[in-house]
């Protein structure tokens, strides 16, 4: 009786055992690491919203003057105007005062109010203005230089006159680019005046009344006063870089006159990245390296440059690149990197993100992809022998058990 009950026993925990040997789950410990903050420790940039304007003679110049802190940390920033051309008064101001400096936090930007302002009698001509920023420390530096070109005021053919400020326009092929023009009716009754523009090809153009969205294809002007008028440009998006003229005409009867506008693509910056089948997912082993192909294309109409590649991956994981940098990727261009993967030596069997980062110039792309970590095949032999040996040991231990 006693050796029947001792064999219940030793098979119920025989059975128990080989359950627990059977199911192994595993723990899945997949651990994003944040992704680095790739701005330098410190940095600092001073800039106008535009480098060169055109004005008509008499005329002031009033913009922004930005500081742009690109660093980590907070800076106290000294700014000064280093010289004014000859027959301008120059100011900087923030509010009400005349400013020297300002704070401007890590990441940030801030601006001053610069206005500029001629003699009276100056003539046509280029004007060059030089700013400076520079740290408390002395240890940073940037410049900046601001041209403004004096013109005669241009009159129409007859009695129709056309200024504009900014003839020059700049930006990427996705943006949209609206020009200011000032009608002046110079006649002696008031008029209709028609309006046309000529542009690239496929290049969209409308007129539009000043801060109205309705188009207008004609105005009508007083004798002796001005009407602003706006030009709105769409360039298709996937224009080339490069400077595209507009050429404005204005007309009413015999009376006529042009104005010659530019816009200056830059270009987008879009980049696209994947594998070549389009599966994201992948296996391994700890400790092991696995590769696999990745693809990077420039989507946008600018060459995309010094493109580089990161990674945020389960701590102690290693991701390396061939090549670890592409130079330059022209638009529509596709270039191939292998991407090498190597789980940590003690990552338990299961399921990883590693997330593979595109940095190009001015555009990023991440692919998330899926790292299966599985158990080695000599782990399977060695868990196969032990049930053997744990089998064996039972049927002993029952079959002895047995003759008693």
């Given at each position: 009786m006693g050796c029947a009950n001792f064999a219940k026993k030793s098979l119920s925990v025989a059975f128990v055992f080989l359950v627990l040997l059977g199911v192994m789950p595993g723990l899945v410990l997949a651990q994003n690491a944040d992704k680095k903050d790739t701005r330098p420790e410190r940095g600092i940039a001073l800039y106008t919203e535009y480098s060169g304007v055109a004005v008509a003679r008499g005329e002031n110049v009033q913009m922004d003057l930005t500081l742009e802190n690109k660093?980590?940390?907070?800076?106290?920033?000294?700014?000064?105007?280093?010289?004014?051309?000859k027959g301008w008064k120059a100011t900087l101001k923030g509010a009400r005062y005349q400013v020297t400096g300002m704070v401007?936090?890590?990441?940030k930007a801030r601006t001053l109010a610069l206005h500029l302002e001629p003699e009276k009698g100056l003539g046509p001509g280029k004007y060059d203005f030089q700013f400076e920023a520079k740290t408390a420390d002395g240890r940073l530096t940037s410049e900046h230089t601001l041209t403004v070109n004096v013109q005669e005021r241009s009159l129409g053919k007859d009695n129709i006159q056309i200024i504009t400020s900014y003839p020059v326009l700049r930006g990427q092929s996705d943006s949209r680019f609206e020009f200011s023009l000032d009608v002046t009716n110079k006649g002696e009754a008031e008029g209709t005046f028609n309006l046309a523009a000529t542009g690239p090809e496929k290049w969209d153009i409308n007129f539009k009344p000043a801060y109205e969205q309705k188009?207008?294809?004609?105005i009508r002007v007083k004798e002796g006063q001005s009407q602003t008028v706006a030009v709105?440009?769409?360039?298709?998006r996937n224009a080339a870089a490069g400077e595209y003229p507009i050429l404005v005409r204005i007309s009413s009867g015999e009376s006529k006159a042009e104005a010659k506008l530019t816009v200056n693509l830059t270009?987008?910056?879009?980049?696209?990245?994947?594998?070549p089948n389009g599966i994201l997912s992948l296996e391994a082993f700890a400790g092991?390296?696995?590769?696999?192909?990745?693809?990077?294309?420039?989507?946008?109409?600018?060459?995309?440059r010094n493109i580089s590649f990161s990674s945020f991956k389960p701590e102690n994981w290693e991701t390396t690149f061939t090549p670890e940098k592409i130079e330059a990727l022209a638009p529509g261009e596709m270039k191939q990197v292998e991407v090498k993967v190597t789980p940590g030596p003690q990552s338990l069997v299961g399921d990883y993100s590693v997330g593979i980062m595109t940095n190009g110039e001015r555009a990023d792309k991440t692919v998330e992809m899926r790292v299966t970590v599985k158990a080695s095949s000599a782990?399977?032999?060695?868990?196969?022998?032990i049930i053997l040996a744990v089998i064996a040991g039972l049927s002993f231990l029952f079959i002895k058990m047995g003759r008693r």
């Open positions: 660093g980590r940390r907070d800076e106290n920033i000294d700014v000064r105007i280093v010289s004014a051309a401007v936090t890590d990441g188009q207008i294809s004609s709105e440009v769409t360039p298709p270009g987008t910056y879009k980049l696209d990245a994947g594998t092991k390296p696995t590769t696999f192909s990745l693809f990077v294309k420039n989507t946008g109409s600018a060459v995309n782990w399977g032999w060695i868990g196969i022998g």
